[in-house]
């Protein structure tokens, strides 16, 4: 009997669980179910009975038929099951999976490779004059030939839109020589030209192939800007000083110009 009475709350455990379960996300499964048959006894006769479902109206608490199950004397035939089944922690699902997100930052940047500086000095020299008194007064003080210069750099481009920007203070290069001269037939300015050749890029989002762009600086001219999206490559300028039309006045010759990519 004492058996039987640790059954017996066992079903009284797991009847509780299930009531609780109700109420939590996993759920608990319970077996709590048994027969018995009433049998009854006329004159020492034993009578076979109805059969009883447990637990029921008629059938009685699992308790009582635990206790009958159990006992190997009773009057009545008797079973009793009782189980306990822990239901899933979550609902179940036939798919799952997870979004992850990535995060980074670029930063704009642009680049004209010029070695360790910023700024270089080119010396042309002497600019030639048709000199001596053999030239003939047409060609004497005027220019031989044009001067021109070419500066490759391998390196130029912007990682985002950009403005490519030629320019400059002063359009011409200027005489230091405070002479006076007839400005009928002498100058002291050489007009220049200034043009910059590279593989630059449509600024149309989503890219496209490289664009040849040539940006010049015409003479007379203080500034030229072209519009690209980002690029890079080799970036060539040329420099072209022809000659004038008018004898060229003494002294030295200078001007500077800029080359700026900048980013938008």
Not at 97 to 120: M, R
Not at 198 to 227: I, K, P
Request: charged share 10%; with cysteine.
């Amino acid at each position: 009997m004492k058996i039987a009475s640790i059954l017996a709350g066992v079903a009284v455990a797991a009847l509780t669980a299930s009531a609780a379960s109700t109420a939590s996300a996993q759920a608990v499964q319970v077996i709590d179910k048994g027969q018995w048959t009433n049998n009854f006894n006329v004159f020492g006769l034993v009578v076979p009975g109805l059969t009883r479902n447990v637990p029921g109206v008629l059938g009685g608490t699992s308790g009582d038929n635990i206790a009958r199950s159990l006992n190997g004397g009773a009057q009545q035939s008797a079973w009793h099951a009782i189980g306990l089944a822990a239901g899933d922690t979550e609902t179940a699902s036939l798919s799952d999976g997870a979004t992850f997100s990535l995060k980074g930052a670029v930063s704009k940047d642009c680049a004209y490779y010029s070695g360790d500086n910023s700024t270089e000095s080119f010396d042309f020299g002497t600019l030639g004059i048709y000199a001596g008194d053999n030239t003939g007064p047409n060609a004497a003080f005027t220019m031989v030939a044009p001067a021109v210069l070419t500066i490759q750099t391998n390196l130029a481009g912007c990682n985002t839109n950009n403005t490519v920007t030629l320019s400059r203070a002063v359009a011409d290069m200027t005489s230091d020589s405070t002479s006076g001269f007839d400005n009928n037939v002498f100058t002291n300015k050489l007009p220049y030209s200034v043009t910059a050749s590279y593989q630059g890029a449509s600024q149309v989002a989503g890219g496209g192939a490289a664009v040849g762009r040539t940006l010049t600086m015409a003479a007379g001219d203080l500034n030229e800007a072209e519009s690209n999206g980002a690029w890079k490559s080799p970036m060539n300028l040329t420099v072209l000083v022809p000659t004038p039309s008018q004898a060229l006045l003494a002294g030295n010759y200078t001007s500077s110009f800029s080359v700026l990519i900048a980013a938008q």
